[in-house]
Every structure is written in C-alpha cells, then in structure tokens.
C-alpha cells in the first residue's frame, strides 16, 4: 500500500506532526473508530472488508454526531463519520480534529416528520410547532435550511433537543409536534408509525457527510497508515453498497436489530457515496456555517477550510473507483 502522507490542507488549530512523514505500517495498531446506528461497522462487514486487517478496530457507538466530533476532539476516538451540521460545530468551536474524507448521499431521508393525524402539512404551517431535534446533527442544519427557503427562522419555531431515541419516544406520545432527523429513523418513524414527512431535504440539504479524524492520531505515523486504510476501505465499501443494496439492508438490519423493511427502505433511498474534498464541498459547507452564525447559533465565523486536511483523497477516491484488491469490490478483475 504506497501513501502519500502529505498534508495539503491546513489548518488553524495544527496538527502536532512535521509537515511530511515516511510512510509506516500500520501494523499492531488499535485503531479507535466512532460511529454511529448502522453506519461504517455494518457498511464495511457488507462489503467483506473487515477481514484480514492489518490492524485492530475498536468500534464506539454514537446517537449522533456531535458527541461523535465531541469524542474525536477530546482524543477518545481516532476518526468517526458524521453529517455536515456536527463538522461546522467543530470548525466554530476550533477543536482539534480535522476533516479528513467526504460522501455525498440521499437527502430524501433528511426529514421533518409529523404523526399521520397532525394538522401540520407545509413548512409555512410549522410556525410556532414545537420540533424535536438532535442539538448541532445534520437535522439541525435541515430545520435552518428548510426554514430560510420558506422565508422563516429558527425564531419562528420551538426547537426542543433531543436525541433520537427520546425525541422518537416524544413524538410517539404527542408531546411534540414535529421531528427533524434522518434514516433510519426517518424510515422507521414512515414504517411503524405511518409518518408524514413535511420536508425533506430536496433542494435545501448539501447532502454531505465527514470522517473526522482526530489530531492526534494524524500525528502519529502508524495511526495515520492505519486510517488510510481504513478511509480507504470505507470508500470502496459505500460503492460496493450502491450496487448491493439487499446485502447492505441485510447486514444493517442484523446488527441494529431494526426490521429489515425499514434499513431496505432507507437503503433504497440511495447510498452514501464518496466525493472529492473539493473546494465546492467547502464553499457549501461555509454557507451552511454562515447561515448558522447568522442564526445567532454559532458565536463569530466558522471557517470550514481550516479544518480540511486532503492528505488521504488520492488513496479514498482510488478505492471508491476500483475497489480494494483482492477483496469483493475489486472492480479490476481480481476477487468478486
């Protein structure tokens, strides 16, 4: 495995490592990985790629992502997928993470759902509702979003955070009106419930989500081969579940014990796919933090390109085209 270990993003919190190091092996390390209800463990094990690691995973589950980047930033954790809401919060709050991969996926599941008897049926009638949210996720930035485009702000609800699981509980009962959150609950909540989805995120969520890798294990040698690998496989597996989405909808369901009709709806919806760390994901992702800091949100300007290190692209997108050899998503001719 030839990496390049060059760090072509910069940052204004840096990270503790000279500016190029040789290339180490990977091999007798731990690699701490964050994540988060049927995400990169289920993901990767679809696509056959958490066998013959050259390294130990030790996995930590998250409700959502902002604990997730919480955890990175605090050393916890090595690097985490998260949605693009929880990735400003790091940039506003300087930690000492850094941005390290992008996907782009489905934003149909991106959702503000209500109960099938609500009275509540266009974005104008969520005025004054009260609307359960996980404080700084993704579905966070789809509340803001989804209110700017219908001419309205955060002011004009009442937001009440929650995380998923009591937010679900709560919008069951009826002590809330409306729920902002994404798949699979979204697909849960539609299946079980027969929600109503008031919005989705159809021309108003980026779609975007994020490994965040921690400072310090960019620093070191062998915790960074480790997480070329890792970020490597992870790509190649988002491809290989476009093409396999009974298998992927199998797998997740397995290990988060949801019904398997709710992770093959959600699956349905369209795959996370890796994309260039581009300077159009940045350009999104700072107006998303700038509408939040003029939402009175997040104190001062987040500047998003600080936190972006694309040290690891050329390894990421060359797994997400060919596969990794001699794996079932070896697209070149090797092992099927």
């Not at 509340?143 to 998923?164: C, E, H, I, Q, R």
């Not at 989805?197 to 960019?218: K, M, R, W």
Request: charged residues 20%; hydrophobic residues 45%; aromatic residues 6%.
């Amino acid at each position: 495995m030839a990496l390049a270990l060059v760090l072509s993003g910069c940052s204004s919190v840096p990270v503790d490592r000279p500016p190029m190091q040789p290339a180490a092996s990977p091999a007798g390390v731990t690699l701490v990985v964050g994540d988060q209800k049927g995400g990169s463990q289920s993901l990767l094990r679809a696509a056959g790629l958490l066998d013959d690691l050259p390294y130990r995973i030790e996995w930590r589950t998250f409700t959502s992502g902002p604990p997730l980047v919480e955890a990175a930033r605090a050393g916890a954790i090595d690097v985490g997928g998260t949605g693009n809401t929880p990735a400003i919060f790091a940039a506003a709050a300087r930690a000492r993470v850094q941005i390290v991969s992008a996907n782009r996926g489905n934003i149909t599941g991106d959702a503000i759902v209500v109960r099938p008897d609500s009275p509540l049926r266009t974005v104008a009638d969520l005025r004054g509702a009260r609307i359960a949210v996980a404080k700084g996720s993704s579905a966070h930035g789809q509340v803001l979003s989804t209110l700017a485009a219908a001419g309205m702000g955060l002011d004009d609800v009442d937001l009440t955070f929650f995380a998923p699981a009591d937010a679900y509980a709560a919008w069951r009962q009826g002590d809330i009106d409306a729920w902002a959150v994404w798949d699979p609950y979204t697909a849960q909540a539609e299946l079980d419930d027969h929600a109503r989805i008031v919005a989705d995120g159809t021309g108003t969520a980026n779609g975007y989500g994020f490994q965040v890798a921690s400072n310090a294990a960019l620093a070191e040698p062998a915790r960074s081969a480790a997480l070329a690998d890792f970020l490597a496989r992870l790509a190649a597996a988002q491809t290989y579940s476009d093409t396999h989405r009974e298998e992927r909808a199998k797998v997740w369901s397995a290990e988060t014990k949801l019904p398997l009709p709710v992770t093959r709806r959600a699956v349905g919806r369209g795959p996370d796919l890796p994309v260039p760390l581009d300077d159009a994901v940045v350009a999104s992702q700072q107006a998303l933090a700038d509408a939040f800091t003029a939402a009175g949100v997040v104190p001062g300007r987040a500047d998003f390109a600080a936190f972006v290190d694309r040290r690891y692209e050329t390894t990421t997108l060359t797994a997400a085209r060919d596969g990794i050899p001699g794996t079932r998503t070896d697209t070149r001719g090797g092992a099927r």
